[in-house]
């Protein structure tokens, strides 16, 4: 807690993501009335408060059913021994780095938190607010950046692992591993065109490489058989979206429209498609764009019980679908950027 507004700005924005639950206080009174609801593991008080002396506040605490771990944050000149006294396990003299303060936080929410913390101090010369501030903002504009740029680095690898995996699957499904390349990169450009809204959503393009991840429940004698399919055998086939979601239920990654593009990429506008059955614009919007790159690559490329069709072919039939098996708007901006999409495939084609 802390009486300046935009200093408790900052310090949210430091711990946003490193730490539980953030409740602000601008008073010891509201402070009194948060510890004693929500039972804080941790309070960061500053040592002068516009209604009580922080100190005393902080002995206050103490006497909690609960009591907090106090980090108190001082401008004034307090001594270790006073800190102490009040029972404050931690003391920041402003102004002090944000990884000052991401330390402390982290070694006091830790699995094991480390026990008997020091009050620490740091002699600095006294400042005015406005100086600690923008010494403080600044400093966090560099902790933001170097994670930032860890996430970054994160993320990359996260997408490559997935594109491993989605690779090595298709080399199971098709043997051939560009399959995900080449339907993602047609079902990206369908999305720039008939629903952008789609591109401002991370999973989007981890639903579309990893969409048949559930055919790794699916034995090889039914995957690769290369004539047609037995009832049963299309009944079991028809359960990779199903076991696709459950594969990836739990992952962060694909908790938005990916998980979505995955269970509900082969629904049909007409509801005749599955799992679920679902018609029209209840088939997740992901999904809707997924189905028609799915079967534009699907028609022109090779497959184990077929040989690829051709381009004009391939976009006719998608055409004759609008409206039964595909979302009509979609196919309508397929056609009217094919030449896009040819260029694609004609790039993949002599990359492969």
Not at 1 to 12: G, S
Not at 99 to 119: D, H, K, M, N, S
Not at 214 to 239: A, C, F, H, V, Y
Not at 341 to 346: D, G, L, M, T, V
Request: glycine share 6%.
């Amino acid at each position: 807690m802390d009486d300046d507004a935009t200093f408790r700005a900052l310090i949210v924005a430091t711990l946003a993501g490193q730490a539980g639950a953030l409740v602000e206080a601008e008073t010891a009174r509201h402070a009194r009335e948060v510890a004693a609801s929500l039972k804080p593991d941790v309070v960061l008080l500053d040592v002068s408060l516009p209604d009580a002396n922080g100190l005393v506040f902080c002995a206050e605490l103490q006497e909690l059913d609960e009591p907090p771990k106090v980090v108190l944050l001082t401008g004034a000149d307090v001594s270790e021994a006073a800190a102490r006294a009040s029972g404050a396990e931690a003391m920041l003299t402003k102004p002090f780095s944000p990884l000052e303060l991401l330390a402390v936080i982290e070694r006091f929410t830790a699995p094991t938190p480390a026990a008997g913390i020091p009050v620490s101090t740091r002699p600095r010369e006294v400042l005015e607010d406005a100086e600690q501030l923008l010494i403080y903002a600044r400093d966090l504009a560099r902790v933001i950046e170097i994670e930032r740029a860890q996430r970054q680095l994160i993320e990359n690898a996260y997408r490559q692992t997935v594109s491993a995996l989605a690779s090595a699957l298709e080399a199971r499904d098709t043997g051939t591993n560009i399959h995900s390349l080449r339907v993602t990169r047609y079902a990206l450009e369908l999305a720039g065109h008939a629903a952008p809204e789609l591109l401002e959503d991370p999973t989007v393009v981890y639903g579309f490489l990893l969409h048949d991840i559930g055919k790794i429940g699916i034995t090889d004698g039914i995957l690769l058989k290369p004539g047609p399919l037995e009832p049963s055998e299309r009944r079991e086939m028809q359960r990779h979206p199903v076991i696709g979601q459950a594969i990836l239920g739990e992952v962060a990654m694909l908790q938005g429209e990916g998980l979505a593009i995955v269970r509900s990429h082969h629904e049909h506008w007409d509801g005749s498609g599955y799992p679920d059955g679902l018609a029209e614009h209840a088939i997740p919007r992901g999904a809707r764009v997924f189905a028609i790159a799915d079967a534009l690559d699907a028609l022109t490329s090779d497959r184990p019980y077929r040989a690829a069709g051709r381009w004009e072919a391939a976009v006719d039939e998608i055409a004759r679908g609008a409206a039964r098996q595909f979302d009509p708007d979609a196919v309508e901006a397929l056609l009217d950027a094919e030449g896009s999409f040819r260029a694609i495939h004609e790039e993949l084609a002599r990359a492969a």
